[in-house]
C-alpha cells in the first residue's frame, strides 16, 4: 500500500516509489491492481476485506486448477485433499500474507485455462497480464514459447509475442514516459539481490558463497542447459528435428490438430519448475508459484521410478521444508533432494502424450485382433 500510494499521489519515476519494506520493484500491473485494492480497503485500513477478497482469489485459484487436472486425468483424486487442506503456508500466503504472487499466479491459471482452449490470443494477453504483477512468471516463457512455434509455426508466433510485448508497454506507459530507465531496472531487475535470512533453498551454503557471483551464474548455466535437454528430449517427441518447429503450420502433418491438454501442462509446469529448482533463492511466498503444480509433476509421468507412497512422501516433506521457519540446513537440504527426484521423476518417466498413444495403440489393436475373431 505504500508503494502505491506514491503513484496514486502522482509520482510516476519508479526510483522514488518504495516503502517500509524497501523499493518497488514489482512491475506496472502491480500497481494498478494493488491500487485498486487501495481503495476498496479503505487506503489499506481494511485488513478484514481484503482478507476476504483474496479469499476469493484462493477459491478461484483452485477452481482454475481443478479445471487443469480434470482435462488432463492425471493425478489420482485422494491427492486434491492435500492441495485443498494440507498447506498451512499456502493458507498463509493467501489469506494472512496478502502477496502478490497469488494475484499472479490466478491470473497465470486463467491463461493456462485458455491455451487449454486453444484460445492463444487471449491466453498471451494473460499471460503477459501475469507477468506484469510479478515477473517470476517469466520461468514459463521457454515452455509457451516451445508451444507457440509447435502450434503455430515462426512467422504465425511473431504476433502472439507482439500481444505479450505490447500489453507490456501499454500498462508501463506511464512510467516509462517519466523515467524509462528506472522503471525497466526496477520492475524487471535480473541482478537483484536476496537476503540470506530469507533463502528457502540455500540455507546450507555458507552466506559468501550464496552471495557470490560465480554461483548465481552456475545457477543460470545449469538452468538453461536444464531448458534445452529437456527441450531437445522431453518436450519435442514428434521425431522431426527440432527446427521442424519453425515451419509453416500448413507445412507440418499435424498442423490442424490442437495441441493436447497433457503436451501443454507437462511442458508449462516443467518448465516452471526447472526455474524454480535453480532460483537464486526461493522466499517463503515463492511457495505459491509451483505448489498446484507440484501433483502433476508427480503424477503426470508413467513410471515406475517413484511408488505412489513415494510421492506423498515427497509431497510432505516439501510441505515441512517450507513451513519451517528460519530455514535450516536439513530443511533446505530435504527440499533439493525432492526437487532431485522430482527432476528424476520428469526425465525418466514416460511423457503423458506417449503414454497416452501407447494405449490407444494398444487399444486399437485389441479392437482389431476382437474384430477378426
Not at 181 to 204: A, C, K, M, P
Not at 308 to 323: C, P, Q, T
Request: charged share 10%.
Amino acid at each position: 500500500m505504500d508503494e502505491v500510494e506514491g503513484v496514486i499521489n502522482g509520482t510516476y519515476d519508479y526510483t522514488k516509489l518504495q516503502g517500509d519494506t524497501g523499493p518497488l520493484v514489482y512491475p506496472a500491473g502491480f500497481v494498478y491492481i494493488f491500487s485498486a485494492f487501495y481503495f476498496l480497503t479503505d487506503h489499506g485500513s481494511n485488513i478484514r476485506l481484503a482478507q476476504y477478497i483474496f479469499a476469493v482469489l484462493y477459491i478461484i485459484t483452485l477452481i482454475l486448477i481443478f479445471r487443469i487436472y480434470v482435462l488432463t486425468k492425471k493425478v489420482p483424486p485422494y491427492v486434491f485433499f492435500f492441495m485443498c487442506c494440507a498447506s498451512y503456508r499456502v493458507h498463509s500466503i493467501f489469506l494472512l500474507r496478502l502477496f502478490n504472487d497469488p494475484v499472479a499466479m490466478v491470473i497465470l491459471f486463467i491463461s493456462i485455462n485458455l491455451f487449454l482452449q486453444d484460445w492463444w490470443n487471449w491466453g498471451c494477453f494473460f499471460y503477459s497480464l501475469a507477468v506484469s504483477v510479478k515477473m517470476n512468471i517469466l520461468l514459463l516463457a521457454p515452455g509457451l514459447l516451445y508451444l507457440l512455434l509447435c502450434r503455430f509455426g515462426l512467422l504465425l508466433t511473431i504476433p502472439k509475442l507482439c500481444i505479450c510485448g505490447l500489453l507490456q508497454v501499454v500498462l508501463a506507459l506511464p512510467f516509462l514516459l517519466e523515467n524509462p530507465i528506472g522503471y525497466l531496472h526496477r520492475s524487471f531487475d535480473f541482478g537483484r539481490q536476496f537476503l540470506f535470512e530469507w533463502t528457502v533453498n540455500w540455507r546450507f551454503l555458507p552466506e559468501y558463497v550464496f552471495h557470490h557471483r560465480a554461483f548465481h551464474l552456475a545457477l543460470l548455466t545449469a538452468h538453461l542447459i536444464a531448458l534445452v535437454l529437456f527441450c531437445l528430449y522431453r518436450w519435442h517427441r514428434s521425431g522431426h528435428s527440432i527446427l521442424s518447429l519453425l515451419k509453416n503450420p500448413k507445412q507440418k502433418k499435424s498442423a490442424s490438430q490442437r495441441l493436447s491438454a497433457n503436451q501443454i501442462i507437462f511442458v508449462l509446469f516443467s518448465s516452471n519448475f526447472l526455474g524454480v529448482m535453480f532460483s537464486r533463492s526461493l522466499h517463503y511466498q515463492f511457495y505459491v508459484w509451483y505448489f498446484h503444480s507440484l501433483p502433476y509433476l508427480l503424477w503426470g509421468t508413467n513410471t515406475a521410478f517413484l511408488p505412489g507412497l513415494a510421492k506423498i512422501l515427497i509431497l510432505g516433506l516439501i510441505e515441512l521444508s517450507w513451513n519451517t521457519f528460519p530455514s535450516t540446513v536439513f530443511s533446505s537440504s530435504a527440499l533439493h533432494l525432492c526437487h532431485g527426484a522430482i527432476l528424476l521423476n520428469l526425465w525418466y518417466g514416460t511423457p503423458p502424450d506417449e503414454d497416452t498413444s501407447t494405449s490407444s495403440s494398444a487399444n486399437s489393436a485389441r479392437v482389431t485382433r476382437k474384430k477378426k475373431d
